[in-house]
């Protein structure tokens, strides 16, 4: 498995910009397929990005498509979530996980190591 620890959570205005990173150990970081996905208070557990092992390729879901950018960094086993003009309804725990094989993965089940989390507000 590999350990994910993300960070750069907090509390931002609608309308800001925010950026999350995930820091990852264990595994080869380049075998690892990535992504983000978001919990809000009371609701499931929602897909929001993927990203290949290569970082050539990345899938957004529909509700963040054309405002995140998902991106890794093979240098420092990062990978981040670049979040731009943020919502209320982006207010959620934010967690990033691994995928043993390469792909563009959407489902939780798809992914076999996740982070803590890293909480993020986003006032009206």
């Known amino acids: 498995q590999v350990q994910l620890v993300e960070s750069g959570g907090g509390l931002v205005q609608a309308g800001d910009s925010l950026s999350l990173s995930c820091a990852a150990s264990?595994?080869?970081?380049?075998?690892?397929?990535m992504g983000w996905f978001r919990q809000a208070p009371g609701k499931e557990r929602e897909y929001v990005a993927s990203?290949?092992?290569?970082?050539?390729?990345?899938l957004y879901g529909d509700s963040v498509k054309g405002r995140f950018i998902i991106a890794r960094d093979g240098s420092r086993n990062t990978i981040y979530l670049h979040m731009s003009n943020v919502e209320p309804n982006d207010t959620a725990v934010y967690y990033c996980?691994?995928?043993?094989?390469?792909?563009?993965?959407?489902?939780?089940?798809?992914?076999?190591?996740w982070g803590q989390g890293t909480q993020v507000t986003v006032s009206p």
């Open positions: 990203i290949t092992q290569s970082g050539d390729r990345s």
């Open positions: 996980a691994a995928a043993q094989w390469d792909g563009l993965w959407t489902r939780q089940s798809d992914f076999d190591s």
């Open positions: 264990g595994r080869t970081f380049s075998n690892v397929a």
